[in-house]
């Protein structure tokens, strides 16, 4: 289950994901994803404290998202990753999508 | 990290041990003990892996697999079959069908944890 | 992860494969003994080592890992054609294996850990073993834990770093395969430096599918293991992905065939060995410059286990073998099922009681005289029987395991004696219940050393006495009437009698004017406290003597044997049930006291005619012109003198012997459970168990070699001074 929410007035624009961004998810998110894209805006914050669980097809989806913005020079940055998804980034090595912002520890 | 996992198994000596090995690793197991069985108890509920025999009543492992695969919310559920060596011409159908990783028995437990690692890790 | 009981469960059968690893490992290295360059032994030597390191990981089993890591690695080289194989070199390995035996030995199955590793000896040994291989201690490096120490990034020589390029099929995520789990994996064998997972394929967002993998990583991997094990990981999506090994500290042109062979730009892939420290950017620049000018040829594309240059073929040919071999392996064990040997032992124990029920069934459906009931119960019989005897027989192993253990025994006694000697071994296929073969292994092991300590002379003895310097010592085993027959045979110098004797009479264990006959006198080596070698060697005398062979053999309800020949040799032959649960019994009645003979031993049954016993309750009768001893039982056992008019005599032998029992009453074959007897009758002479019969009634077992012996004893004339005499003494106030 996925639930994906955005708020293109701010900026950066904002993305909220919550439950699980895995190979069962990625067309829903990919459509919704492609849909949101539509408002223009090449700067983006995901948000990912409600995300439980992000697999290796989550996460190439979220590069993928990633290099698009780059090469229209905006960005994507990651924040407050649960330790599930922070424990397959860093496994990953997937430095760019490494948190500027990490949960508060609990 | 703790995995939902289905053994299907009409064997229960075998569901038995692939039980102990798993929940001794920490993860859930839910028993059936046909293809039909499973197909019950999957009831919509999450699964991490399937472990499945070949050789069962009602409805067998290869039934199983395509089943699985019809159905959208399993039908990337990585499948591990359980195979015997006598068994061996029926992995290329099941490997059609969509099961890509077997083991054949007898197997040592820990050689089973290790296909579950690798999988889902 | 784990609970206590489950992990000492799945630890336990670790060990037992551990135990049959080395047992197979030290077979192959005896077969290399004879000839070093059997290379199915070695193959079978190295794929041991491969499977025990490879189960050793698992368990994380650090010390046992590097240990065996160094002899696959070396096995490795003498199976390509790298280095030979030497006599020393063998009896090192030997030690070493000893003493990964010893390591595995003491692993603790609750903690799973090395309890008082000797690293000391281990390194000692490797160190021994790399000296010999003609080499510096730095091409075998002593044991270190691979996973030990904090994340380092590899030096720049990339010492000891794997390097595994991975490029995935777009099915990968369909089929339901998460590379980050297979990454996981390869994380516990060893330490992951550098991993850079490859995103340039990835289409424009909005045309991608985002259920498709375009993914592909490049990992650097500090590891003890194999390219097979690393390759092993991956088994499950070898069909979904491109998997390149690199071996640590490939050379430069290997890492540079590297970079042409994958898709990606060549500053892409260099930047990351650079990265990884497997490769210097002097390097890189250097190699990359080289082969724009065309210094190199440019190897073909596309080949996906890389030819020439990624890896040694040697290595290829290692990796690939190794999957033949292990595929061989899978094929073989599944016609095994290893089975506890208790769960076996329980079978049998509910199918002796199955026996005894079936057979009380019979008897009530006799009773009642319904003829369907007669009729269903011997049906039920029938199949009691067969079931009996399928459960016997999963029970019966070949003796030549048993046996084959003793090449190494012989090797290292007789090296260390400085004796040549060649061991010969037949009736390896001989089979017998797997309870006694663990029971004889100890006993055989004492007779096979001490007739390579005392029997077999040294070379000049030999040559001197016009034989060959090279001693021949056979085992030899065989099925004769029911029971399994096993030599030990020698061809030294055989037993010393007037040594013996002397020896007897210093230990005071017989009178000095005894007279014993030769037979007698062997069998004195057999008594308690007796020792004929001059001096305790650390060989024979382990502070156990011959009577703890004795005792174990009749354990066992055996005889033992000895013909010795002075100067030609000696032979000890053993003669053991061929199982100790069930037995075919003949039922024999003394008044209302049931008997059973075993069967194998009974060899006729006749009517006891008139003639008296010479000697009342043992004696002769004449059999065909020829005397037979017999014994009186009811007599023997004074019981009630008997009331029924014909007795019955049932002749039973044992090996040459022969001897007739007396007994009131014939009732046939009897499946026959052996129950034990209790520890108050254990020291019953005569009787070696009981048995529940179908009505319910106990009967008792006759344990006719003891009988036999008793027999001996009182028919022997010169018998007057021996062990056995004693049991003449309990019997004569009867007589």
């Known amino acids: ?106 | ?121 | 992860m784990l609970n206590g009981e489950q992990w000492s469960q799945l630890l336990q059968s670790f060990l037992e494969e551990g135990g049959d690893l080395l047992k197979q490992a030290e077979e192959c290295l005896l077969v290399l003994d004879g000839d070093l360059a059997d290379e199915e032994a070695i193959n079978g030597l190295f794929r041991a080592m491969h499977t025990l390191k490879g189960s050793a990981g698992l368990f994380s089993l650090t010390p046992v890992v590097a240990f065996t890591h160094q002899l696959e690695s070396l096995l490795m080289a003498v199976r390509d054609g790298e280095r030979s194989l030497t006599p020393n070199l063998i009896s090192l390995m030997l030690r070493c294996l000893d003493e990964l035996g010893s390591m595995i030995g003491r692993i603790n199955v609750e903690t799973g850990a090395v309890e008082g590793n000797d690293e000391v000896l281990q390194t000692q040994l490797l160190n021994a073993l790399a000296a010999e291989m003609g080499q510096g201690s730095d091409s075998l490096p002593t044991p270190t834990a691979p996973r030990e120490g904090q994340v380092q990034r590899a030096p720049a020589t990339g010492e000891g770093a794997w390097h595994i390029s991975l490029r995935f099929s777009p099915d990968l995520y369909r089929n339901g395969f998460d590379p980050a789990a297979f990454v996981r994996y390869l994380s516990r064998l060893g330490e992951i430096t550098h991993l850079e997972v490859l995103d340039e394929n990835l289409p424009d967002f909005h045309q991608m599918d985002p259920e498709a993998c375009y993914l592909g990583m490049e990992i650097s991997l500090r590891s003890a293991s194999s390219k097979a094990e690393i390759e092993e990981v991956f088994e499950f999506i070898l069909d979904f992905c491109k998997l390149r090994i690199l071996p640590p500290e490939s050379s430069l042109s290997d890492y540079l065939q590297l970079i042409r062979e994958l898709p990606e730009t060549d500053e892409r892939i260099g930047s990351i060995l650079v990265a990884s420290g497997l490769l210097t950017e002097h390097e890189l620049n250097t190699g990359l410059t080289m082969q724009a000018q065309g210094e190199e040829p440019r190897a073909p594309l596309g080949s996906v286990l890389v030819e020439a240059g990624m890896v040694a073929p040697a290595v290829v040919n290692a990796a690939l073998e190794k999957q033949q071999v292990v595929r061989e392996r899978r094929a073989q064990e599944s016609s095994l099922i290893k089975v506890a040997a208790h769960k076996l032992d329980e079978l049998i124990n509910l199918v002796g009681e199955l026996v005894i029920s079936a057979a009380g069934a019979q008897l009530q459906a006799r009773a009642h005289g319904h003829s369907d009931f007669i009729e269903s119960t011997q049906v039920v019989n029938r199949h009691v029987e067969q079931i009996r005897e399928a459960a016997l027989k999963l029970r019966m192993i070949e003796i030549g395991d048993t046996f084959n253990r003793f090449h190494r025994v012989v090797r290292d006694v007789s090296q260390e004696l400085g004796k040549k000697i060649r061991l010969e071994v037949r009736g390896a296929d001989t089979e017998l219940d797997k309870s006694v073969t663990d029971k004889i292994a100890d006993p055989l092991t004492h007779l096979v050393r001490n007739a390579i300590d005392h029997g077999i002379e040294s070379a000049e003895e030999r040559l001197a006495a016009g034989k060959p310097a090279e001693g021949h010592l056979a085992l030899n085993a065989y099925h004769e009437s029911g029971m399994i027959v096993i030599e030990v045979s020698d061809d030294g110098r055989g037993l010393n009698t007037a040594r013996i004797r002397q020896k007897a009479i210093d230990k005071g264990l017989i009178d000095p004017n005894a007279n014993l006959s030769e037979h007698d006198l062997h069998m004195l080596i057999f008594a308690a406290g007796f020792s004929t070698a001059d001096s305790v060697s650390n060989l024979s005398g382990r502070g156990v003597g011959m009577d703890v062979v004795r005792s174990a053999i009749d354990q066992l309800r055996g005889t033992v044997e000895i013909e010795s020949r002075p100067g030609l040799g000696c032979t000890f032959r053993i003669r053991l049930p061929l199982t100790l649960a069930i037995i075919e019994g003949f039922l024999v009645s003394l008044g209302g006291e049931y008997f059973v003979i075993p069967l194998d031993m009974v060899t006729e049954c006749m009517e006891l005619g008139d003639q008296p016993l010479i000697d009342g309750i043992y004696g002769y009768l004449n059999l065909r012109g020829k005397p037979l001893p017999c014994i009186d039982l009811s007599a023997h056992f004074d019981l009630p003198a008997s009331a029924v008019r014909r007795r019955n005599i049932v002749v039973v032998s044992q090996g040459r012997q022969q001897a007739g029992l007396i007994v009131d009453q014939l009732h046939g074959e009897l499946q026959t459970v052996i129950k034990p007897l209790g520890l108050l009758f254990q020291h019953l002479q005569g009787i070696s168990g009981s048995t529940i019969l179908g009505s319910g009634q106990v009967a008792l077992i006759l344990d006719i070699p003891s009988l036999f012996r008793q027999l001996q004893a009182l028919v022997d004339t010169g018998a007057s001074e021996t062990r056995s005499v004693q049991n003449r003494q309990e019997l004569l106030p009867r007589l």
């Open chain 1, 1 to 106: 289950m996925l639930e994906l929410r955005h708020d293109t007035h701010q900026d950066p624009a904002l993305l909220a994901l919550t439950g699980s961004l895995t190979i069962y998810e990625v067309r829903q998110a990919h459509d919704e994803l492609r849909a949101a894209l539509a408002g223009g805006q090449r700067q983006w914050r995901i948000d990912l404290a409600e995300l439980e669980e992000l697999d290796s097809a989550g996460a190439q989806l979220l590069l993928a998202l990633q290099r698009h913005l780059l090469s229209l020079d905006g960005g994507l940055d990651v924040s407050n990753p649960t330790a599930d998804v922070l424990e397959l980034l860093e496994l990953l090595h997937l430095q760019s999508l490494y948190p500027d912002v990490l949960p508060a520890q609990p």
């Open chain 2, 1 to 121: 990290m703790s995995k939902t996992i289905l053994i299907v198994d009409d064997s229960m000596s075998m569901r038995q041990l692939v039980k102990m090995t798993l929940t001794g690793a920490g993860h859930q197991v839910i028993e059936a003990s046909d293809g039909r069985d499973a197909l019950t108890k999957l009831n919509g509920q999450k699964i991490n892996l399937i472990i499945s025999d070949v050789n069962m009543p009602n409805l067998d492992g290869i039934g199983l697999v395509k089943e699985i695969k019809n159905r959208n919310e399993y039908r990337f559920t990585p499948i591990i079959m359980l195979t015997t060596e006598s068994e061996q011409g029926k992995k290329a159908e099941g490997q059609a069908a969509g099961a890509k990783a077997w083991i054949v028995k007898p197997f040592q437990p820990q050689q089973l944890l290790a296909a579950v690692e690798k999988l889902v890790g």
